[in-house]
């Protein structure tokens, strides 16, 4: 993907959903359950094989962001209400997770 595509913008955007928007000026609302449970983390996918280990319905579905934290120049890691802050979502993978799982805002 192009290496200059970036989040200007992380925030919620819902009571149950989370606003990114990209320096192309593209912005998708992804529900925050959805991105929990694409947790990238060592935690909940399993490093050898690529699969998710954590179960859907391990999720409260009310589950919400309590920070949002810059990670060099590559990636965000969020965390969350349910004390879960290991996971550190590429921007190309996170880039995949708005157009695989959101809603095209603009
Ligand atoms: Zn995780």
């Known amino acids: 993907m192009n290496p200059n595509l ?13 606003l990114l928007t990209w320096s192309d000026g593209a912005s ?39 920070g949002v934290q810059l990670v060099g120049r590559y990636g965000v890691q969020i965390s969350w209400d349910d004390g879960h802050a290991t996971g550190m979502f590429h921007f190309d993978r996170l880039r995949e997770l708005c157009t695989k799982l959101g809603r095209k805002l603009t």
């Open 6 to 18: 970036i989040p200007t913008r992380i925030d919620k955007h819902s009571p149950t959903e989370m």
């Open 28 to 66: 998708y609302a992804v529900p925050f359950v959805d991105l929990r449970f694409f947790c990238p983390c060592a935690g909940c996918v399993d490093e050898h094989t690529g699969e998710r280990t954590i179960l859907r319905s391990s999720i409260a579905p009310e589950v919400r962001p309590v």
